[in-house]
Protein backbone atom coordinates (compact mmCIF):
# COMPACT_ATOMS: atom_id res chain seq x y z
CA UNK A 1 0.00 0.00 0.00
CA UNK A 2 1.19 3.40 -1.25
CA UNK A 3 2.87 5.78 2.00
CA UNK A 4 2.38 8.96 2.82
CA UNK A 5 3.51 10.99 -0.79
CA UNK A 6 4.30 14.23 -0.07
CA UNK A 7 5.48 16.94 -3.18
CA UNK A 8 7.20 18.75 -4.08
CA UNK A 9 10.34 17.41 -2.19
CA UNK A 10 12.40 20.83 -2.48
CA UNK A 11 11.51 23.72 -3.27
CA UNK A 12 13.54 27.33 -2.68
CA UNK A 13 11.51 30.39 -2.27
CA UNK A 14 12.57 34.45 -1.66
CA UNK A 15 11.83 35.98 1.21
CA UNK A 16 8.47 37.62 1.03
CA UNK A 17 6.61 34.90 -1.35
CA UNK A 18 3.84 32.45 -0.52
CA UNK A 19 4.36 28.70 -0.54
CA UNK A 20 2.03 25.79 -1.06
CA UNK A 21 3.18 22.22 -0.12
CA UNK A 22 0.95 19.11 -0.59
CA UNK A 23 0.16 15.82 1.28
CA UNK A 24 -1.75 12.51 0.42
CA UNK A 25 -2.39 10.86 2.76
CA UNK A 26 -2.34 6.30 3.14
CA UNK A 27 -5.49 5.29 1.82
CA UNK A 28 -7.81 5.34 4.57
CA UNK A 29 -6.19 7.64 6.66
CA UNK A 30 -8.62 10.72 7.92
CA UNK A 31 -5.98 12.46 9.47
CA UNK A 32 -3.34 14.70 8.51
CA UNK A 33 -0.79 16.08 10.76
CA UNK A 34 1.93 18.51 9.46
CA UNK A 35 5.52 19.21 11.28
CA UNK A 36 8.15 21.68 10.84
CA UNK A 37 11.83 20.72 11.64
CA UNK A 38 14.65 22.67 11.47
CA UNK A 39 18.05 21.75 13.35
CA UNK A 40 17.83 24.48 16.27
CA UNK A 41 13.95 23.51 17.38
CA UNK A 42 13.86 19.96 16.21
CA UNK A 43 10.41 18.60 14.86
CA UNK A 44 7.56 20.83 16.00
CA UNK A 45 4.13 20.28 15.76
CA UNK A 46 2.06 22.37 12.95
CA UNK A 47 -1.57 21.41 13.23
CA UNK A 48 -4.07 18.30 12.47
CA UNK A 49 -6.83 17.77 10.31
CA UNK A 50 -9.21 15.30 10.44
CA UNK A 51 -12.76 15.40 7.81
CA UNK A 52 -11.59 19.21 6.92
CA UNK A 53 -11.48 20.19 10.19
CA UNK A 54 -8.02 21.81 11.80
CA UNK A 55 -8.29 19.80 15.67
CA UNK A 56 -5.12 20.84 16.67
CA UNK A 57 -3.10 23.96 16.45
CA UNK A 58 0.50 24.46 17.13
CA UNK A 59 2.28 27.66 18.41
CA UNK A 60 3.00 28.83 15.11
CA UNK A 61 2.32 32.56 13.33
CA UNK A 62 -0.85 32.95 11.34
CA UNK A 63 1.57 32.76 7.93
CA UNK A 64 1.04 29.51 8.41
CA UNK A 65 -1.65 27.79 7.30
CA UNK A 66 -3.36 24.57 6.11
CA UNK A 67 -6.90 22.73 4.79
CA UNK A 68 -7.75 19.48 4.07
CA UNK A 69 -10.09 18.06 1.07
CA UNK A 70 -13.13 15.85 1.05
CA UNK A 71 -10.42 12.94 -0.01
CA UNK A 72 -8.32 13.80 3.21
CA UNK A 73 -5.79 15.55 0.86
CA UNK A 74 -4.07 18.39 2.48
CA UNK A 75 -2.18 21.35 2.13
CA UNK A 76 -0.20 23.58 3.93
CA UNK A 77 0.84 27.14 3.01
CA UNK A 78 2.81 29.93 4.27
CA UNK A 79 2.69 33.16 3.59
CA UNK A 80 5.01 36.46 3.10
CA UNK A 81 8.28 33.65 3.92
CA UNK A 82 11.00 34.46 6.28
CA UNK A 83 14.17 32.86 6.68
CA UNK A 84 13.48 31.37 9.32
CA UNK A 85 10.81 29.63 7.82
CA UNK A 86 13.65 27.40 5.91
CA UNK A 87 13.37 23.94 7.20
CA UNK A 88 11.66 20.01 6.06
CA UNK A 89 7.76 20.20 6.11
CA UNK A 90 7.02 16.81 7.47
CA UNK A 91 3.53 15.77 7.42
CA UNK A 92 1.94 12.40 8.74
CA UNK A 93 -1.41 10.68 8.40
CA UNK A 94 -3.24 8.13 10.39
CA UNK A 95 -6.71 6.21 11.72
CA UNK A 96 -8.86 8.93 13.68
CA UNK A 97 -11.32 6.70 14.91
CA UNK A 98 -8.97 4.38 16.63
CA UNK A 99 -8.16 4.11 20.33
CA UNK A 100 -4.57 3.81 18.92
CA UNK A 101 -2.92 4.66 15.39
CA UNK A 102 0.89 5.35 15.06
CA UNK A 103 1.56 8.80 12.74
CA UNK A 104 2.79 7.25 9.30
CA UNK A 105 5.47 10.40 8.22
CA UNK A 106 6.12 11.10 4.56
CA UNK A 107 9.61 12.23 3.97
CA UNK A 108 8.82 15.96 3.25
CA UNK A 109 9.40 18.51 1.61
CA UNK A 110 12.65 20.80 2.20
CA UNK A 111 11.87 24.55 1.97
CA UNK A 112 15.20 26.60 1.61
CA UNK A 113 14.24 30.97 1.57
CA UNK A 114 16.69 32.74 0.37
CA UNK B 1 2.17 15.47 28.39
CA UNK B 2 5.28 14.39 30.54
CA UNK B 3 8.20 15.50 29.73
CA UNK B 4 10.98 12.76 28.67
CA UNK B 5 14.97 12.49 28.85
CA UNK B 6 17.03 10.58 26.86
CA UNK B 7 20.81 10.27 26.43
CA UNK B 8 22.12 12.73 23.07
CA UNK B 9 23.87 10.34 21.18
CA UNK B 10 24.75 5.90 21.88
CA UNK B 11 27.05 3.80 20.20
CA UNK B 12 26.01 0.33 19.27
CA UNK B 13 28.50 -2.58 17.74
CA UNK B 14 26.59 -3.91 14.76
CA UNK B 15 25.00 -7.45 15.51
CA UNK B 16 24.58 -6.57 19.31
CA UNK B 17 21.99 -5.03 21.17
CA UNK B 18 21.10 -1.61 21.52
CA UNK B 19 19.65 -0.25 24.49
CA UNK B 20 17.78 3.04 24.47
CA UNK B 21 17.29 4.63 27.51
CA UNK B 22 14.38 7.04 28.69
CA UNK B 23 13.77 8.76 31.59
CA UNK B 24 9.77 9.97 32.10
CA UNK B 25 9.78 10.26 36.04
CA UNK B 26 7.25 12.39 36.17
CA UNK B 27 4.43 10.36 33.62
CA UNK B 28 0.86 9.68 34.79
CA UNK B 29 -0.98 6.63 35.04
CA UNK B 30 -3.13 7.17 31.74
CA UNK B 31 0.30 7.89 29.99
CA UNK B 32 1.74 5.97 27.42
CA UNK B 33 5.18 5.61 26.17
CA UNK B 34 5.88 5.67 22.36
CA UNK B 35 9.01 5.45 20.17
CA UNK B 36 9.96 6.34 16.72
CA UNK B 37 13.09 7.10 14.89
CA UNK B 38 14.00 9.01 12.17
CA UNK B 39 16.64 7.65 9.68
CA UNK B 40 18.62 10.34 7.91
CA UNK B 41 16.65 12.43 5.20
CA UNK B 42 13.50 10.26 5.76
CA UNK B 43 10.32 11.04 8.25
CA UNK B 44 10.03 9.48 11.53
CA UNK B 45 9.03 6.00 11.50
CA UNK B 46 6.77 4.54 14.46
CA UNK B 47 8.89 1.74 16.55
CA UNK B 48 6.92 0.59 19.87
CA UNK B 49 4.28 1.70 22.50
CA UNK B 50 3.66 0.86 25.57
CA UNK B 51 1.59 1.91 29.01
CA UNK B 52 3.23 -0.75 31.87
CA UNK B 53 3.96 -3.97 30.74
CA UNK B 54 6.59 -5.01 28.64
CA UNK B 55 5.88 -4.79 24.86
CA UNK B 56 7.49 -6.38 21.68
CA UNK B 57 7.30 -6.36 17.97
CA UNK B 58 8.80 -7.32 14.97
CA UNK B 59 11.19 -4.00 15.59
CA UNK B 60 12.05 -3.82 18.68
CA UNK B 61 11.15 -4.77 22.72
CA UNK B 62 10.21 -2.02 24.57
CA UNK B 63 11.08 -2.69 29.17
CA UNK B 64 8.98 -0.30 31.33
CA UNK B 65 9.92 -0.25 35.12
CA UNK B 66 7.37 -0.98 37.34
CA UNK B 67 7.42 2.49 39.03
CA UNK B 68 6.64 3.77 35.41
CA UNK B 69 9.45 6.40 35.70
CA UNK B 70 11.72 4.86 32.92
CA UNK B 71 11.51 3.08 29.96
CA UNK B 72 14.71 1.24 27.59
CA UNK B 73 13.66 0.51 23.73
CA UNK B 74 15.75 -2.53 23.16
CA UNK B 75 16.88 -3.45 19.54
CA UNK B 76 18.39 -6.86 20.04
CA UNK B 77 20.68 -7.34 17.10
CA UNK B 78 21.55 -3.99 15.80
CA UNK B 79 22.44 -3.56 11.98
CA UNK B 80 23.37 -0.27 10.24
CA UNK B 81 20.14 0.27 9.00
CA UNK B 82 19.13 1.23 12.55
CA UNK B 83 21.25 4.23 12.70
CA UNK B 84 19.14 7.04 13.61
CA UNK B 85 17.65 9.23 15.94
CA UNK B 86 15.20 7.97 18.05
CA UNK B 87 12.32 9.41 20.01
CA UNK B 88 10.48 8.94 23.22
CA UNK B 89 7.46 10.52 23.67
CA UNK B 90 4.93 10.40 26.62
CA UNK B 91 1.28 11.35 25.99
CA UNK B 92 -2.28 10.34 26.72
CA UNK B 93 -4.09 7.53 24.69
CA UNK B 94 -7.99 8.45 24.30
CA UNK B 95 -9.86 5.95 23.86
CA UNK B 96 -11.95 5.55 21.27
CA UNK B 97 -9.52 7.82 18.99
CA UNK B 98 -9.63 11.57 18.35
CA UNK B 99 -6.68 13.70 18.06
CA UNK B 100 -3.28 11.90 18.02
CA UNK B 101 -1.17 13.75 15.18
CA UNK B 102 0.12 16.54 17.85
CA UNK B 103 3.22 14.70 19.11
CA UNK B 104 5.70 16.63 21.32
CA UNK B 105 9.41 15.19 19.82
CA UNK B 106 12.48 16.55 22.12
CA UNK B 107 15.96 16.07 21.14
CA UNK B 108 16.16 12.37 20.79
CA UNK B 109 18.88 9.96 20.87
CA UNK B 110 21.50 9.74 18.15
CA UNK B 111 21.98 5.85 17.98
CA UNK B 112 25.26 5.28 15.45
CA UNK B 113 25.71 1.54 14.63
CA UNK B 114 29.16 0.86 14.07
CA UNK B 115 30.62 -2.34 11.95
Known amino acids: KAGVTQTPRYLIKTRGQQVTLSCSPI?????VSWYQQTPGQGLQFLFE???????NKGNFPGRFSGRQFSNSRSEMNVSTLELGDSALYLC?????????????FGNGTRLTVT | DAKTTQPPSMDCAEGRAANLPCNHS???????VYWYRQIHSQGPQYIIHGLKNNETNEMASLIITEDRKSSTLILPHATLRDTAVYYCIVRVLKVGGGSQGNLIFGKGTKLSVKP
Open chain 1, 92 to 104: ASSWADRTFSPLH
Open chain 2, 26 to 32: TISGNEY
Open chain 1, 49 to 55: YFSETQR
Open chain 1, 27 to 31: SGHRS
